[in-house]
């Protein structure tokens, strides 16, 4: 397979800080020169339910009506027994992408790059014709399907990224990347104790501060779903079953935060966020992968029980707060 990482990259730095690895492949989508085109059936989302960075993409891709113009190919929530660090289409019959046909996600990143030497990571966006890699870039892909992809939205699709609060939007989502999305790995990769407290600590003063936000508005920027709280849900809905025990993230659970926990529930009853959830593919993933769960063999082969994720479909009393059911700007024609 090229040169591709035969185990799992440490990504750490002499602090023991846990430093998520760059980008490969970023070229934006868009109609000017050089950018990728925008074409119906020409590429495909490979993703796995337990990543929250392709989870969101799917959300996006969903809520938006864009599921017949990018098809999905879906990875399996173990990583496969093999001396590198990889995703697996081992649910697909005959254990091979049936679109693709590749039985793991580094083949196309190995015909993209030969000398790709990085983890081949979900969401990645494939040109099917030539099974290669366009696009990995987890932090802008939602965007570019809010925006380069809008000529293939479905009727009324909302306006996840409103062009008036882009530059709010980025701002916040920004913080929340650090801190938060990739504040829980800095806690669960992290390979010193003060790596760890700093990420910790850093993780539940930003959670602190959602709180505190969210005490008087519906969602992040008021009345209506955005960007960001796609983002942000990601994180929040594998925290407690995931995060909480196996990153060692565990001050408070989500379900302790009266606003966060009554937010969570407010998004996952939403289409497009609960229907694309799945918790025990996450569980499985956190808990029994062998790039992630404990060394001791014996705890490792435990998928734990709870929490009880049915609670999540409780009353949240959140719409209170905007006065109104619906939770999508529809941009006005």
């Given at each position: 397979?090229?040169?591709?990482?035969?185990?799992?990259?440490?990504?750490?730095?002499?602090?023991?800080?846990?430093?998520?690895?760059?980008?490969?492949?970023?070229?934006?989508?868009?109609?000017?020169?050089?950018?990728?085109?925008?074409?119906?059936?020409?590429?495909?989302?490979?993703w796995s339910p337990v990543c929250p960075w392709a989870h969101r993409t799917v959300i996006v891709r969903r809520i938006l009506g864009l599921e017949d113009?990018?098809?999905?190919?879906?990875?399996?929530?173990?990583?496969?027994?093999?001396?590198?660090?990889?995703?697996?289409?081992?649910?697909?019959?005959?254990?091979?992408?049936?679109?693709?046909?590749?039985?793991?996600?580094?083949?196309?990143?190995?015909?993209?790059?030969?000398?790709?030497?990085?983890?081949?990571?979900?969401?990645?966006?494939v040109d099917i014709q030539e099974k290669k890699v366009v696009n990995n870039d987890y932090f802008r892909l939602t965007n570019y399907l809010e925006t380069?992809?809008?000529?293939?939205?479905?009727?009324?699709?909302?306006?996840?990224?409103?062009?008036?609060?882009?530059?709010?939007?980025?701002?916040?989502?920004?913080?929340?990347?650090?801190?938060?999305?990739?504040?829980?790995?800095?806690?669960?990769?992290?390979?010193?104790?003060?790596?760890?407290?700093?990420?910790?600590?850093?993780?539940?003063?930003?959670?602190?501060?959602?709180?505190?936000?969210?005490?008087?508005?519906?969602?992040?920027?008021?009345?209506?779903?955005?960007?960001?709280?796609?983002?942000?849900?990601?994180?929040?809905?594998?925290?407690?079953?995931?995060?909480?025990?196996?990153?060692?993230?565990?001050?408070?659970?989500?379900?302790?935060?009266?606003?966060?926990?009554?937010?969570?529930?407010?998004?996952?009853?939403?289409?497009?966020?609960?229907?694309?959830?799945?918790?025990?593919?996450?569980?499985?993933?956190?808990?029994?992968?062998?790039?992630?769960?404990?060394?001791?063999?014996?705890?490792?082969?435990?998928?734990?029980?709870?929490?009880?994720?049915?609670?999540?479909?409780?009353?949240?009393?959140?719409?209170?707060?905007?006065?109104?059911?619906?939770?999508?700007?529809?941009?006005?024609?």
């Amino acid at each position: 397979m090229g040169n591709l990482q035969k185990e799992k990259p440490l990504e750490v730095d002499q602090k023991g800080k846990f430093n998520r690895q760059k980008n490969s492949f970023t070229t934006p989508f868009g109609s000017n020169v050089g950018d990728l085109p925008v074409e119906v059936g020409r590429y495909r989302l490979l993703w796995s339910p337990v990543c929250p960075w392709a989870h969101r993409t799917v959300i996006v891709r969903r809520i938006l009506g864009l599921e017949d113009v990018i098809s999905l190919g879906t990875a399996s929530p173990m990583r496969p027994n093999i001396p590198r660090v990889d995703w697996e289409f081992s649910l697909d019959e005959g254990g091979l992408d049936p679109v693709l046909g590749v039985q793991y996600i580094s083949e196309v990143y190995v015909n993209a790059d030969p000398e790709y030497t990085g983890r081949p990571t979900v969401p990645a966006i494939v040109d099917i014709q030539e099974k290669k890699v366009v696009n990995n870039d987890y932090f802008r892909l939602t965007n570019y399907l809010e925006t380069a992809w809008a000529p293939f939205h479905k009727e009324n699709a909302p306006d996840l990224y409103p062009e008036h609060l882009r530059a709010e939007i980025d701002e916040l989502s920004d913080g929340i990347f650090h801190n938060v999305n990739n504040g829980v790995y800095k806690c669960g990769f992290a390979r010193s104790q003060e790596a760890y407290e700093e990420a910790y600590d850093s993780l539940f003063n930003y959670l602190d501060q959602l709180e505190e936000r969210l005490s008087t508005k519906r969602f992040l920027f008021g009345d209506y779903i955005t960007d960001t709280d796609v983002r942000l849900y990601a994180t929040l809905a594998r925290f407690d079953v995931a995060y909480y025990s196996a990153f060692k993230a565990n001050r408070n659970m989500i379900v302790d935060f009266p606003n966060l926990w009554g937010y969570l529930r407010d998004l996952y009853q939403t289409p497009g966020f609960g229907d694309t959830t799945d918790f025990e593919a996450i569980k499985v993933h956190y808990h029994l992968s062998n790039h992630i769960a404990s060394d001791d063999q014996k705890s490792k082969n435990i998928l734990p029980k709870g929490p009880d994720t049915s609670t999540l479909n409780t009353p949240h009393g959140r719409e209170a707060l905007s006065g109104k059911e619906e939770k999508f700007l529809i941009p006005q024609k």
